[in-house]
């Protein structure tokens, strides 16, 4: 069976510092992983995807992610916070059935 | 374009009322899903119609019922809603349904408030 463990509930930093939000899945076979981001009052935006192409995937908005099979991750970065990245952020992994198993998802706090 | 549009944004609704709730996508998908979101949680998947005929009920109480009219709209009807349904719902399409396939990305609209009153 799939499972997605988003392994920080919160997480806040200083605009202009890196992001890092961290996610760790379970999967028999070779994974379709996404990140999605949620504003406030807003529905759910794809940030990312990995389809088991490049390992490092570039997403909008500046983020990136890289698959690691042998860690079994699929962390999400920034260079450079901006304050309009403050949002939920959820890791998915698509189950063979086609279902997406999502994460508890994160708080990115930005401070000014 | 990569849009799926939902309406209302809010809906108030008393336990004896009947609403529905509308979704629409010009993507040419042909798989579309209700989503059910309490706040600070994940969505929870409750509807997927793949090809305009229900493949997935979650387990939903009968006091939700979609319709998929054609392959661009999906709607949700309610009717005697409980308190505890107050929640987001939120509709989203793919292209297809059924397989991990690649690229086969799951795009979500901004959801329908809704509260019982």
């Known amino acids: 069976a799939q499972s997605v463990t988003q392994l920080d509930s919160h997480v806040s930093v200083s605009e202009g510092t890196p992001v890092l939000l961290r996610c760790n899945y379970s999967s028999s076979y070779s994974p379709s992983l996404f990140w999605y981001v949620q504003h406030p009052n807003k529905g759910l935006q794809l940030l990312l995807k990995y389809t088991s192409a490049a390992t490092l995937v570039k997403g909008i908005n500046g983020f990136e992610a890289e698959f690691k099979k042998s860690e079994t991750s699929f962390h999400l970065t920034k260079p450079s916070a901006h304050m309009s990245d403050a949002a939920e952020y959820f890791c998915?992994?698509?189950?063979?059935?086609?279902?997406?198993?999502f994460g508890q998802g994160t708080t990115l706090q930005v401070k000014p | 374009d990569t849009e799926v549009t939902q309406t209302p944004k809010h809906l108030v609704m008393g336990m004896t009322n009947k609403k529905s709730l509308k979704c629409e996508q010009h993507m040419g998908h042909r798989a579309m899903y209700w989503y059910k979101q309490k706040a600070k949680k994940p969505p929870e998947l409750m509807f997927v119609y793949s090809y305009e005929k229900l493949s997935i009920n979650e387990s939903v109480p009968s006091r939700f019922s979609p319709e998929c009219p054609n392959s661009s709209l999906l709607n949700l009807h309610l009717h005697a809603l409980q308190p505890e349904d107050s929640a987001l719902y939120l509709c989203a399409s793919s292209q297809d349904w059924g397989q991990a396939i690649s690229g086969n990305t799951i795009y979500f609209g901004e959801g329908s408030w809704l509260t019982v009153v």
């Open positions: 998915v992994v698509k189950s063979n059935t086609g279902k997406l198993i």
